[in-house]
Nanobody
Framework: VQLVESGGGLVQPGGSLRLSCAASGFTFSSYDMSWYRQAPGKERELVAAITSDGGRTNYADFVKGRFTISRDNAKNTVYLQMNSLKSEDTAVYYC?????????WGQGTQVTVSS
């Protein structure tokens, strides 16, 4: 089982990034997927989630209107489009796949928002 995040990097405030999380080793289309983040010295927090069929999404209040989660079950990939980035969005971003009796995490990708 693998979840591999990519797309992180350094971006200026107001900029955009698109994170990807490629899944393998499990039936991706059966799993609810989500993105979390963890900033230095802070607890890991939920950013956005999407159901297995992509029919429902939910977002943390601090990203509503700026971030969009989506998935492509044919490509076994979940995405996080991040717009209007702020310095407080700086964190390691992790993807998570979950269903009953199964819970998988990726290794994370660093996002740094700084001028």
């Amino acid at each position: 089982v693998q979840l591999v995040e990519s797309g992180g990097g350094l971006v200026q405030p107001g900029g955009s990034l698109r994170l990807s999380c490629a899944a393998s080793g499990f039936t991706f289309s059966s799993y609810d997927m989500s993105w979390y983040r963890q900033a230095p010295g802070k607890e890991r927090e939920l950013v956005a989630a999407i159901t297995s069929d992509g029919g429902r999404t939910n977002y943390a209040d601090f990203v509503k209107g700026r971030f969009t989660i989506s998935r492509d079950n044919a490509k076994n990939t979940v995405y996080l489009q991040m717009n209007s980035l702020k310095s407080e969005d700086t964190a390691v971003y992790y993807c998570r796949g979950r269903r009953i009796r199964a819970d998988y995490w990726g290794q994370g990708t660093q996002v740094t928002v700084s001028s």
